[in-house]
């Protein structure tokens, strides 16, 4: 079975995300009022041939604790739908 896995990793809440800090200001400047906080972080999207669900997750879990995701820095949460 196919599998589409979207996944979202994102600086954590504790440390500062420059970039996001930058956007946040230059939005401001643009007038575009009402904007409290702007964080970046990534989108990314894999297909997956999995017998079922479960290994699907488990190969996402794997993907992300040893290559998309910096634990020291980054979480992440995913989903994942039958393709």
Do not use: S
């Amino acid at each position: 079975m196919r599998y589409i896995a979207e996944i979202d990793v994102m600086p954590l809440k504790e440390l500062l995300d420059p970039q996001g800090k930058t956007v946040n200001k230059n939005l401001l400047m643009m007038d575009l009022h009402g904007i409290e906080d702007v964080r970046i972080g990534k989108h990314i999207k894999i297909w997956i041939d999995a017998e079922n669900e479960i290994l699907a997750k488990e190969i996402v879990e794997v993907a992300c604790k040893k290559l998309l995701c910096n634990p020291i820095m980054e979480n992440y949460v995913f989903t994942i739908i039958p393709a």
